[in-house]
Structure formats: C-alpha cells, structure tokens
C-alpha cells in the first residue's frame, strides 16, 4: 500500500463520528496467551477513540517527512513505517482470530490479573471499515494494590488511597491493521517478540542462498556468522527480493571493477588471488558488501558527487507527447 492510499484510509476515522471500540487484552499464562474483552463504559468510549485517532493523525497522516516501505527493505531510516510482507507468526496471526471470534470473555477482576497483561489490540471502526491498533503493555502502565496510590477527592482538597488494581492506556501503539494491509510503526518491538528475529533469519538465508549462486565471493560462509544479528540479518533480508544489482544481472566483473573504483569501497575490500571474486574478512566488509549489492553507492550525474543513500524511490519516466501535440 502506498503511503497516500493509507492516509486516504484513516482520514475515514476521522470524518466520521459513529465509530465504535472493543479493546481486548492478550494475557499471558505460562505459554499460553488468553484473551479478554475490557468492558468499558459507553460515556468512556468516546475519548478512547479519540486518543487513538489522534496519535494516528500525529504518527501518519500530518507526518509529511513519513516514509513508507515493505518490511523486507527496511534499512536504518527513522521516519519510517514497515508494511510487512514477510510470514506471519503465530502471534500476530491470533489477532484476526480474536476480534473475529464472538466469544472472546470478559476480564473478569475475580479471575484475571492485570500483572498478566502483555498486550492490548484496539479495534476501531463500523461496519463498513475497521482498524486494529497492536500495543504492548510495560509492567510500568499496570498499578497494583502493592503499591501505595492516591487520588484527589473532587469536592475537597484531601487525597484519598486508591485501594483497586487500575492500568494506564497511552496512546502510542507498535502495529496498525488496515484494509488487510499489516504496518510496523515501531521495528524494535517487533524484533523482541514474535519469534520475529526467526523469520528474519529465514529471509537472510534465502539472501544467502542468492548470493551464493551469483559466485562473486570467495568466502560466502562468512556471512552465515553475522545472521544471529538481527540488525545485519535485517539488511540481508533486501538482498534476495530486492537487490538491484542481482535483479538486473550484473556481471561479477563490473561489480569487481565498481569496487575498485568507487570511493567508498576502493581500497576497503580483498579479493581472492585471481582477482575475480571478493573476500570477506571483516564485518565492516561485510557491511559495505550488503550496501553494493542493494546498490547503495550512486553518483550524481549533474554534479559528479559520491553518495551512500538508503533511499532510493523510482522516478518515472516522463510519457513522451504524441505527434502533433
């Protein structure tokens, strides 16, 4: 999806008042995770939705600098949402079961604790478009009767203790579900659960996989070392779907002589004895072996300046004018 069809779609939350909310919350129980239905007041669910709907028009739509890219090219930018497009693991799957399922408990303050809450899912909409929001839950936004809480009385300037277990809902969320469409706002969430560091190092093997076969290193066992990395196993990911290099077939000899002349990788890397194949021996080589391949090298054509971009949008061509116009 592309960023302004995915502003198109949330400026719907925006025009419209009767939106309704279910908020459910993801306890954890040994290994397994349970779900409950928060059942909040009518007269609260208002100011819920727009906590949310705000923080989506801050995040997105008025983010005018915001980029969005397909979560197998993800790269070190900041301003940027993921659309995921890699396999789904089972935990995220289990978010359309539950709002899906219309037998989904109630919490039950008698029977589930809110020291159990690792997540919440926040699904916004009507019936004719829904989203889901995906937000983690910090041990610092659940308060127990352990700790020692007051409150002020309205009518008075006393404080009194507030003796019930309560949970601070924020308005930041790591993941948004819309139109079938999975975005990632928040990467390192995602790398710490989900057994998502797993399915990285699934796509890095496949990139691996394709560099072997093109035969331009020496030592391609060298990179296997570094997939326990989830930053570096993040960067082989873009080499298999989306190396433009390996998708247009250069010949390994115009890589070789790219090396030996570009700035930013001439006299970085070694080759073997013939010459005809890299050497790796260093992650810093590694590094600027990942960078070649996604082609993150480029020169400006008007002023001949050396560039290391992450970003790289196509540019269209213009369509040429037909005869007589």
């Given amino acids: 999806m592309e960023k302004q069809e995915l502003i198109e779609s949330l400026q719907f939350f925006n025009e419209n008042d009767e939106l309704g909310i279910t908020v459910y919350c993801l306890l954890k129980n040994d290994m397994e995770y349970i779900p409950r239905t928060l059942d909040i007041k009518d007269e609260d669910k208002k100011p819920l939705i727009k906590l949310f709907i705000d923080s989506l028009n ?18 070190e930018r ?12 089972s935990e995220l799957e289990s978010m359309d079961t539950i709002i899906n399922s219309d037998d989904v408990k109630l919490f039950d303050f008698t029977v589930d604790k809110f020291s159990e809450v690792k997540s919440l899912l926040i699904e916004i909409g009507n019936n ?9 839950m910090a041990s610092v936004n659940i308060f127990g009767r ?12 006393r ?39 797993d399915i990285i190092k699934k796509e890095a093997e496949l990139s691996l996989k394709s560099i072997e076969d093109i035969k331009l290193l020496e030592n391609p066992e060298t990179l296997k070392e570094l997939i326990d990395d989830v930053s570096f196993a993040r960067k082989l990911t873009k080499v298999a779907k989306n190396s433009p290099v390996i998708k247009s077939n250069i010949p390994n000899i115009d890589i070789i002589n790219f090396t030996l002349t570009h700035p930013a990788v ?6 073997n004895s013939l010459g005809d194949k890299i050497q790796l021996d260093t992650k810093a080589s590694k590094n600027l072996f990942i960078k070649l391949l996604n082609d993150d090298f480029l020169t400006s054509e008007l002023t001949k300046i050396y560039y290391d971009s992450l970003a790289k949008d196509d540019i269209p061509e213009p369509e040429l004018a037909s005869a007589g116009e």
């Fill in 128 to 136: 004719e478009n829904q989203l889901v929001l995906y937000k983690t």
């Fill in 78 to 89: 900041k301003n940027v949402i993921y659309e995921y497009d890699l396999d789904i693991p």
């Fill in 266 to 271: 001439k006299g970085k890397i070694k080759y």
């Fill in 58 to 75: 801050e995040t997105i739509i008025s983010n005018e600098e915001l980029d969005v890219l397909a979560l197998s090219s993800s790269d």
């Fill in 146 to 157: 352990k700790n020692f809480f007051l409150k002020q009385v309205k009518a008075d300037k």
């Fill in 159 to 197: 404080f009194e203790k507030i003796d019930d277990d309560f949970v601070r809902i924020s308005s930041g969320f790591q993941l948004l579900k819309i139109k079938k469409a999975l975005f990632v706002i928040n990467l390192e969430t995602i790398e710490k659960f989900f057994g998502f560091h």
